[in-house]
């Protein structure tokens, strides 16, 4: 296993899936620690940076843009090049999407994690942090969850993440590559895609709708502001006892969708009411029902905690949102898959 010296000033680090919600909000905590960022982006015809394009010019010319496809094996190889650590993030995430597209699942986060972990052995890498998911759990079989929970496919996206997972776990205990499985909960924040719930309340919300449209709203979640999920990455990647671990990246707090959905509508228009859409319901045993997660081991291992509450962070968020600049790449009024 190469030798960790931590999250040093000028440490040379890839982030894939940098253009993405946690990706660009990761970049930007990885400049702040004076690290030099690489950011690996989906290669596309329009020459898109995804988020980083929304960055200033002084903050971009300070990355490092690598244009390619997580799932090209040389590509990622050459993006791994002389990178210390590398944070892996790109993945295909949208649980609807995924029920009529799980060859692409398959190919984008079991086989692009492939890719990272193949490139990161043969480079050298100081440490590989894989991205997972909480829908690796799938409904709660006890709370708080822990990292010892069973894993449950309830959906191709959490199948192919759940394989993802173990692939990482397979090269630490075979190659002894220095990997870490990070598992956020759910994050929320600026720059969220639409289809998540909260952008979806807020835009409907902030367009004037009076009826909010939503799936089930009884489900509960466990939110982490998009800030203390970066922070928990950023406590992940500075702990060497951290190294051959999976480790939940949660508030230990949950919420139910409906009281969530409330909660935005009181801060913005307190008459809208919520209606049910029968086109975003998940199938009902592929729905997860509750996830409410433990902090326990990230705490101990990292001194990591949360700093927002659940209040704050919908403010912040919301406040984002009201800019007319980011609300206008938002579709508010297509269900966005």
């Known amino acids: 296993m190469p030798e ?6 000028n440490k040379k680090i890839l982030v894939t899936g940098a253009d993405g919600f946690i990706g660009s909000h990761l970049v ?8 030099q960022v690489r950011a690996f982006v989906h290669y596309n015809s329009f ?10 010019k002084e903050k971009l010319d300070k990355i490092d843009v690598f244009a390619g496809d997580i799932r090209d094996p040389n590509g990622v190889r050459k993006a791994m090049q002389r990178m210390d650590m590398v944070f892996h993030l790109a993945a295909l995430i949208a649980i609807p999407f995924s029920y009529h597209s799980p060859d692409s699942y398959v190919d984008t986060n079991i086989k692009g994690t492939l890719n990272v972990l193949q490139a990161a052995r043969d480079t050298g890498c100081e440490r590989v942090l894989i991205t997972s998911t909480s829908e690796v759990y799938g409904t709660a079989q006890y709370v708080p969850i822990d990292e010892q929970h069973p894993f ?3 959906s191709p996206y959490s199948a ?3 394989g993802a997972d173990r692939i990482g776990e397979s090269f630490y205990r ?5 990997v870490t499985i990070v598992r956020p909960f759910n994050t929320y924040g600026p720059r969220q895609s639409a289809r998540a719930v909260i952008p979806t309340v807020i835009t409907q919300l902030l367009a004037g709708a009076k009826e909010i449209k939503l799936g089930s709203i009884n489900p509960t979640r466990d939110f982490n502001y998009v800030q203390d999920t970066v ?10 006892a951290t190294i051959g671990e999976e480790i939940n990246i949660a508030s230990q707090q949950e919420i139910s969708i409906g009281q969530l959905a409330r909660e935005i509508i009181d801060q913005i228009n307190p008459t809208a009411r919520i209606v049910t859409d029968d086109m975003r319901m998940r199938p009902e045993k592929s729905e997860v029902e509750r996830l409410l997660g433990s902090k326990e081991k990230i705490c101990r291992l990292t001194g990591w905690q949360p700093e927002y509450t659940l209040q704050q962070g919908i403010r912040e968020t919301i406040a984002w949102f009201r800019d007319e600049e980011n609300r206008r790449r938002y579709k508010w009024d297509l269900y966005n898959v």
Not at 47 to 56: A, E, I, K, V, Y
């Open 160 to 162: 192919t993440k759940i």
């Open 28 to 35: 930007e905590g990885l400049l702040d620690k004076g690290c």
């Open 4 to 9: 960790f010296k931590g999250l040093a000033l």
């Open 231 to 240: 922070a928990g990455f950023i406590a992940i990647a500075e702990t060497q």
């Open 47 to 56: 020459n898109s940076w995804g988020w980083l394009d929304t960055f200033p």
């Open 152 to 154: 449950q496919g309830q």
């Open 174 to 178: 075979s190659f002894n590559t220095p």
